[in-house]
């Protein structure tokens, strides 16, 4: 693909919308070729490279097939799912698909641990990133996460997880995200891998903010759960906040008279590795954002400079980080004004967490990659926010 520029992505809209039109009436079978290769679209979301070459797109020769499937696949708008019974590798494409039944929405949940809810700064799920959710983890090099065939909805879309044998349902609920486990047959509870699901689904949700161009300052996700917190569980349902950290792990709802605290619940501490006291077990999860320290310097200094960060901004950078103005005027001073030693000695302050770098969160790539967003260095900011 190194040898074609695509400088207006309608061409592609235009072919997904063709692909999704042609759902609508199964006697439109113009792209899909057949009645029975239409049904199975519209039912399960699969469909086959063959059924690309009627799209205006390859037929005016403006793309091929494997090359319209290859950047859709880059774009997590679709996916690889296999080969199906006749030998030929079938691809998923989410949107296509109908909305679950109210009967279907209704799910019960096993005792031993709370709906793992994912929330997002903007109060709804942003638009693409549900379907483009399903077709990330669908692509990842893991491939242990695979559909469950027969329950696949537009919004809700249910994972056999192949190492394990338990299933994972994802229900887009507009406002947010609920994950919830289904244990497989002859295990219990304390069998399932929930901080490893937590922390797969966070890793895709971030590749998929980050290739959809949203600022995950402004749509990034967070964790909460249904709130129960006395006096607060019988109002309207809502969300208690999780926040995860190493010396308190704790939910928070800010709604009703009075924002309230509690420690998470054993149910809910199952999804991150802590206790429900917040005391530590043996390994952390990439949600506790494991600090840096003086020996990262060079490691953060390679990613800046690999990302052409504008290194003149260094003192906005470091106030958002947690550095006082008169520190920075210090800095420049013995510095004699030199950008690159500036930065550098800007970021040793930092790691250390000199002046108030604890209370704007400790080193880490999270923290670095907020305060880059802060200070319009959006780019930069969401490879960071990748590799947290």
């Not at 759960?225 to 607060?232: I, K, S």
């Not at 008169?326 to 510095?335: F, M, R, W």
Request: with cysteine.
């Amino acid at each position: 693909m190194k040898d074609i520029v695509i400088t207006d992505p309608q061409i592609l809209l235009d072919l997904v919308n063709e692909l999704i039109l042609c759902t609508f009436t199964f006697k439109n079978i113009r792209t899909m070729g057949s009645r029975s290769e239409a049904e199975r679209f519209h039912s399960s979301g699969r469909f086959k490279k063959q059924s690309l070459q009627k799209c205006d797109i390859i037929k005016k020769g403006l793309l091929t097939a494997d090359q319209v499937i290859s950047i859709l696949i880059h774009l997590s708008i679709i996916a690889p799912v296999g080969i199906n019974s006749e030998g030929e590798e079938e691809y998923f494409l989410p949107c296509v698909l109908v909305h679950a039944p109210v009967s279907v929405l209704a799910s019960t949940v096993a005792p031993g641990y709370s709906p793992l809810l994912i929330t997002f700064k903007c109060g709804y799920t942003p638009r693409g990133v549900f379907s483009c959710l399903i077709s990330s983890i669908l692509c990842s090099r893991e491939g242990q996460w695979v559909l469950a065939s027969d329950k696949i909805y537009r919004n809700q879309v249910m994972f056999h997880l192949t190492e394990y044998g338990h299933y994972v349902l994802l229900k887009n609920c507009i406002k947010y995200l609920q994950v919830t486990i289904t244990v497989c047959h002859g295990s219990t509870i304390s069998d399932v891998p929930f901080p490893k699901i937590q922390e797969f689904l966070s890793q895709h949700l971030l590749i998929v903010i980050t290739k959809l161009r949203y600022s995950a300052h402004k749509v990034g996700h967070s964790f909460g759960f249904h709130c129960t917190l006395e006096d607060h569980a019988t109002s309207d349902p809502h969300i208690a906040q999780c926040i995860i950290s190493i010396q308190n792990p704790h939910i928070k709802c800010t709604i009703g008279p009075s924002p309230m605290t509690a420690s998470l619940t054993l149910e809910q501490a199952i999804w991150f590795k802590v206790s429900s006291k917040g005391q530590d077990k043996t390994n952390y999860s990439n949600t506790l954002r494991t600090s840096f320290d003086i020996t990262h310097l060079s490691m953060v200094l390679r990613f800046l400079t690999k990302e052409h960060y504008d290194a003149t901004t260094w003192q906005q950078l470091g106030l958002a980080l947690g550095i006082y103005q008169p520190t920075l005027n210090k800095i420049e001073s013995d510095a004699r004004g030199k950008t690159e030693d500036c930065l550098r000695v800007c970021l040793s302050s930092w790691l250390r967490q000199e002046d108030n770098v604890k209370e704007s969160g400790i080193p880490n790539w999270y923290t670095l990659a907020k305060a880059l967003d802060s200070i319009g260095q959006r780019s930069i900011a969401d490879l960071a926010y990748v590799k947290h």
